[in-house]
Antibody, heavy 121, light 108 residues
């Protein structure tokens, strides 16, 4: 069965860095586009970044552009999010999500359980 | 940026009743709209994609309709496990993806 397991969250000071990982299993990881999506405590969902199956195409939300870097290692079935210059407003649960290959539009058919990032002094 | 506005913010209904949730886009998103269900402490679950297609394993009581700017998620007869928060999401102006603010469906 499809599984996505995030790790790497934690408490970090403003201006600090953190690297999130997402381990994928149960499907051919290299066939799928992947995204990071976050949810601030008690708030709605915000798409953060997207990477194509080969890693050649990458997009970011304006709120994280220039500070976050998405990457993947298809040999290790893993997705990453390097987060630099963290701000209090980056505090959220971060989910990795698989793109729904059956859809004409982009939607997300599998999600991890999320990892909490807290930015606070 | 395309803004998705969901209504109502909270919907109070009883099991067995029909639920109708709305999502309005600030400009046309064609049929590139999805719906998700999220329960407390859980990740979102995809219900509907491309406005009207049920995702794998989603019960037939969930249906989606609409195109352009106005979309509806209908739950024909509420089960106890359906009480949750529902989000719509668009990707029409790729690569920017946006979500609505959510509708909380609560037990009356």
């Amino acid at each position: 069965q499809v599984q996505l397991v995030e790790s790497g969250g934690g408490l970090v000071k403003p201006g600090g860095s953190l690297r999130l990982s997402c381990a994928a299993s149960g499907f051919t990881f290299s066939d799928y586009y992947m995204s990071w999506i976050r949810q601030a405590p008690g708030k709605g969902l915000e798409w953060v970044s997207y990477i194509s199956s080969s890693g050649s195409t990458i997009y970011y939300a304006d709120s994280v552009k220039g500070r976050f870097t998405i990457s993947r290692d298809n040999a290790k079935n893993s997705l990453y999010l390097q987060m630099n210059s963290l701000r209090a407003e980056d505090t959220a649960v971060y989910y990795c999500a698989r793109d729904n290959i059956a859809a004409a539009g982009s939607s997300f058919d599998y999600w991890g359980q999320g990892t909490l990032v807290t930015v606070s002094s | 940026e395309i803004v998705l506005t969901q209504s109502p913010a909270t919907l109070s209904l009883s099991p067995g009743e029909r639920a109708t949730l709305s999502c309005r886009a600030s400009q046309s998103v064609s049929s590139y709209l999805a719906w998700y269900q999220q329960k407390p402490g859980q990740a979102p679950r995809l219900l509907i994609y491309d406005a009207s297609n049920r995702a794998t394993g989603i019960p037939a009581r969930f249906s989606g309709s609409g195109s352009g700017t106005d979309f509806t998620l209908t739950i024909s007869s509420l089960e106890p496990e359906d009480f949750a928060v529902y989000y719509c999401q668009q990707r029409s102006n790729w690569p920017q993806i946006t979500f609505g603010q959510g509708t909380r469906l609560e037990i009356k």
